[in-house]
């Protein structure tokens, strides 16, 4: 553009939208530090008090861990599973290969409070069947949670082993490797950034996720995302704030080292 | 069977099988539980409990409930608002980063993907530090003297309007500069070698050509705003009832699964039809025949 | 059409000076060609002409007018770009109306240009179709067409036919020489093939690192390089190191006397032509170096042959594939004389 106040104008807009964007995570953030019980500007004073407090808090540390462990149990096993789909359907293109593909991604077609009553639904049927508790429990969790990991596995991992350039395996091959070999030395290793992107995405996705976990927690085993939003509708102080700073950090984190191995804007 | 078949045939059922058990969870979990779901929509609901049937009711009760109708108009009218503010708003941003050659590019991106990671609830609490009555605007606004007493911002349409469309706002930046990068810059320039002027060359050339990725983004961030659960429920409280809070709490709290049912399979088609709507009007608008 | 005059044009981008202190005045009707290998700064120039790009330092005229801080979307000049950039969105008819749109010619005069200027392409059948129905070489007559259909002052063209296949591009270069002829167009052609440049072009501007190394008639470039760069880009050249012991007399570092004329008594190269050397059993003329033949590769319709000459030099020597070489094909261990004309040698002094 030749007009230069313009192009000054054009920028500052965008520096006013990532301001407006990430605005909220900076005030959390911030309102953690302030001394005061409630929230109050300008802060009397700043402290790290409240992070000794939201972590040492039993329903915080609870719900920590908690969604540390569905998370991580989630992202490993819809990882495995979903690796191991991704190969069937992009190597072994058997018939159906394309129905298959799009039940494997569904899930995130369908809106997550819908899709958390749904799994709720299912559970309870298979309670009554089973005749054992399943709602509220760990398991429920995880296996609820797989329905988002693989998915994005799924997601990851295709798209990744459509992009290998097969001239690559068949090098191998001409240089004397037989097939198993010439998946496990030379194309599998191709796949590991994906691979590595799909479980910490699929870790992130899990532990920051509300909807699909609403229904399924019980007394004394919730996520931490539940437990800040039930506090929340009663109250906002420092302690929450704290609690959610923490999510940030750990969550901004798992991104940073994510990105090292996929470009996440072409993801989400 | 010729080896080829053979292998051929071998192949395929080790694919099938590969597939097998990330298939069985996702069937059997979540897409079967849909349907039950809605099937129960046209169930009959006691008082308490809900008695398997076939009848329309949930749906007559929603239509003729003029307080479900408006909770239906509300979400419609976040969403909108939402979805038109994110375009209006994002489009300068996207174009900014699609054209950019800066070394920070990635930066900025990964500032965009930031709060995408870090959770919807985590960004609700940030807005209700920023828009409560001790929040931050009503502070600003007192010590500048335009306000006295602190004005009610959150609690209100206005505060899960700002919401929501900070919480897509980055889902369309993201998928407009994708779009907008894919875009043969060269074309532009050949605009204005003809001598269109810059805003002629974005309306008549930019536009058009990104008009199915902006298609595609308005849908995305239409369906997130009106499936939102955490930043209504924050944001609104009692000032504003949305479907996806309504219909969670008909289910499990009143355990009317029928009527709560009736709601998600409304919420879901309504989504679907205007979401479909507003990217076919956009297509029409701005691609004439352009079947790929 | 009009002239263009460059002065003292420059280019930096930060710490490099992608182009440096450019002057050059093309005449109203000229067809000029920027000729050099990548990064010479041809189409940064091209660019500064268009006005997608502002110089550091310089002006540009177009007829009388200072166009240097004028927009892009004033300056008139038609570029036909390098990847042609047509609008996907639009027909090939309303690709060429839009240029027409823009400077708000009415409508009736209008379709009138759109057919005149398709008609120029033979593009006409084709007004309704989208650029992605087209192929390589109808996209690019497209860009032609709408780039003239505005009737600029000067056309521009960004390497044109680098996408084309080899066939198509000795075609297409014979047919925009022509049309440009037809309507008189300043044109500018930037390419860095050569053959493209002499074949097509009234003047060359042959850069180099940013900088002219040398301007003027084809013939003149190729049949007297300004320097070593322009001498070994347009073409080959044989080159013997040495210096000039007394006029008319030039040594080479391996003690080879070579006859030479004019009196550039500076000079410490002499370059010849492959195609001026002539391989004779005997000694034919001021130059005849003897050697061997060391390896003759067939071109079809030349032939290349390596000469390592008794004196230690290893030349090359392009033979036509006449009858009377092919009489006498020369054959690697052959004893010959590598014989030129004094006038065949052409001085450096770097």
Known sequence: MHIPWARCFHRLFVVLMYLFMLSPLIFVVWLSFFEDTILFFPPSGHTFGWYKKALTDPAFVNGFITSLQVAALAAVCGVVLGVLAALGIVRYRFRGNRPVNTLLLSPLLIPSIVAGLGIYLAYLQLENLLDMRIVGTYGGLVIAHMC???????????ASMQGLDPAIEQAARNLGANGRVAFMRVTLPMLRPAIVAASLFSFIVSFENLELSLALVGPGRTTLPIAILQYLEFKLDP???????????????????????????QVV | MTPTERNLRNGRRLGA??????????????????????????????????????????????????????????????????????????????????????????????????????????????????????????????????IDQPVRLLYTPLAVVVGT???????????????????????????????????????????????????????????????????????????????????????????????????????????????????????????????? | MAKVSLDRLKKQFGASVAVSDFSLEIADGELVAFLGPSGCGKTTTLRMIAGFTEPTAGTIRIGEDDVTNVPVHKRNTGMVFQGYALFPHMTVGENVAFGLEMHKVPSAERDKRIGKVLDMVRMSELRDRYPRQLSGGQQQRVAIARALAIEPRVFLLDEPLSNLDAKLRSEVREEIRALQRRLGLTTIFVTHDQEEALAISDRMAIMHDGKVQQVGFPEVLYEKPANLFVANFLGKMNIFAGHVESPGRFVTENKLALAIEGSGA??????????????????????????????????????????????????????????????RPAAPGTRVHACFRAGDCVLFSE
């Open chain 3, 266 to 327: 500076a000079a410490t190269q002499v370059g010849v032509r492959p195609e001026r050397i002539i391989l004779s059993a005997e000694p034919l003329g001021p130059n005849a170096m003897p050697g061997v033949v060391d390896s003759s590769v067939y071109l079809g319709s030349l032939i290349d042959v390596r000469v390592r000459l008794d004196s230690g030099e290893l030349i090359g020597c392009q033979l036509p594939n006449s009858a009377a070489a092919g009489a």
């Open chain 2, 165 to 292: 469309t900070a919480i897509v706002l980055p889902y369309l930046i993201l998928t407009l500069q994708s779009v907008l990068e894919g875009i043969d810059f060269s074309v532009e320039e050949a605009a204005q070698n003809l001598g269109a002027s810059f805003p002629t060359t974005f309306r008549r050339i930019v536009l058009p050509i990104a008009a199915p990725g902006v298609a595609a983004g308005t849908m995305l961030v239409f369906i997130l705003s009106m499936n939102a659960y955490a930043t209504p429920v924050l944001l609104g409280g009692s000032g504003i009832t949305m479907m996806a809070p309504a219909l969670y709490d008909q289910i499990t709290k009143v355990s009317n699964w029928p009527f709560g049912s009736a709601l998600a399979l409304v919420l879901v088609t309504a989504t679907l039809i205007m979401a479909l709507l507003s990217s076919w009007l956009i297509h029409r608008r701005y691609v004439k025949t352009m079947a790929s």
């Open chain 1, 148 to 158: 988002l990991t693989i998915p994005w596995t799924v997601r990851l991992v295709s």
């Open chain 2, 17 to 146: 099988s590969l597939a097998f058990p990330a298939s069985i969870i996702v069937l059997m979990v979540m897409v079967v539980p849909i349907f039950m779901l809605f099937r129960y929509s046209f169930n009959h609901f006691d008082s308490s409990v809900m008695v398997e049937g076939f009848t329309f009711e949930s749906y007559v009760k929603f239509f003729q409930d003029p307080y479900y109708r408006k909770v239906f108009l509300n979400t419609v009218g976040v969403a909108a608002v939402s979805t038109v503010l994110a375009l209006v708003l994002g489009f300068p941003v996207a174009y900014f980063l699609a054209k950019s050659q800066s070394r920070y590019k990635s930066l900025f991106i990964i500032l965009l993907v930031f709060p995408l990671m870090v959770g919807n609830v985590v960004r609700a609490a940030g807005w209700m530090v920023i828009l409560g009555n001790a929040g931050f605007v009503n502070f600003v606004m007192q010590w500048l003297g335009v």
């Open chain 1, 239 to 265: 302690t929450i704030a704290a609690v959610s700073a923490v999510q940030i950090l750990l969550l901004g984190i798992i991104m940073l080292v994510t990105d090292r191995f996929v470009k996440l804007s």
